[in-house]
């Protein structure tokens, strides 16, 4: 069964304190590990879609990278302004129409 | 442009009542997802539509919950004879072309069943 875990569940950050999110998958046959960003009341926004092991995509303070088995949301100087929901989800042969979502990161940051 | 929207934003009813929660997705989008958020946990896949018809209906938790797709276009997800369990956040997605392609979505619709 195709399965996504996020950890840690909540991150308590200090302005410019970088730190990184992580999202583990078991899927039958990856066809894409996606993050999105979800602010309180909103719907989940799209940041990064990556394919294949030792792929990385970056948008300005956030990168992220992708093994055979996890995938990291990679935060350089956090601003408060990045406080938000950290959302992974994978698509795998087996499902190929949805996406599977972790429970998300809930991130907060502090000045 | 535009995104993609949903009405209502927010929806209170009472158990047992029938609610029509309504998707708009971006123009031009062929593919058509709707999920469920329950509090503090992932989203949840419900339906998948290309144009109008259905391929995966896979997620439908039971019998009570169905939903269509018209012109292409707007669908809508209906819930009979709601219970409580069915309190959550129904977001909608679209994307350009197939489920290969990124899905982007609305702000959902809250429902509460008391």
């Known amino acids: 069964e195709d399965q996504v875990t996020q950890s840690p569940e909540a991150l308590r950050l200090q302005e410019g304190e970088s730190s990184s999110l992580n999202c583990s998958y078991t899927?039958?046959?990856?066809?894409?590990l996606f993050w999105y960003r979800q602010d309180p009341g909103k719907g989940p926004e799209f940041l990064f879609t990556l394919y294949s092991a030792g792929e990385e995509k970056e948008k300005e303070r956030l990168k992220a990278t992708l093994t055979k088995k996890e995938s990291f949301l990679h935060i350089t100087a956090p601003k408060p302004e990045d406080s938000a929901t950290y959302l992974c989800a994978v698509r795998s042969s087996g499902g190929y129409n949805k996406l599977i979502f972790g429970a998300g990161t809930r991130l907060a940051v502090h000045p | 442009g535009a995104g993609v929207s949903q009405s209502p934003s927010n929806k209170v009813t009472e158990k047992g009542k029938d609610v029509e929660l309504r998707c708009d997705p971006i123009?031009?989008?062929?593919?058509l997802y709707w999920y469920r958020q329950r509090l503090g946990q992932g989203l949840e896949f419900l339906i998948y539509?290309?144009?109008?018809?259905?391929?995966?209906k896979s997620g439908l938790p039971s019998d009570r919950f169905s939903a269509e797709r018209t012109g292409g276009s707007v669908s809508t997800l209906t819930i009979q004879r709601t219970q409580q369990e069915d309190s959550a956040v129904y977001l909608c997605?679209?994307?350009?072309?197939?489920?290969?392609?990124?899905?982007?979505f609305g702000p959902g619709t809250r429902l509460l069943v008391l």
């Open positions: 123009s031009g989008h062929t593919a």
């Open positions: 899927v039958s046959g990856l066809r894409g």
């Open positions: 997605a679209s994307s350009r072309g197939g489920p290969q392609e990124t899905q982007y």
């Open positions: 539509f290309q144009g109008n018809s259905a391929p995966d």
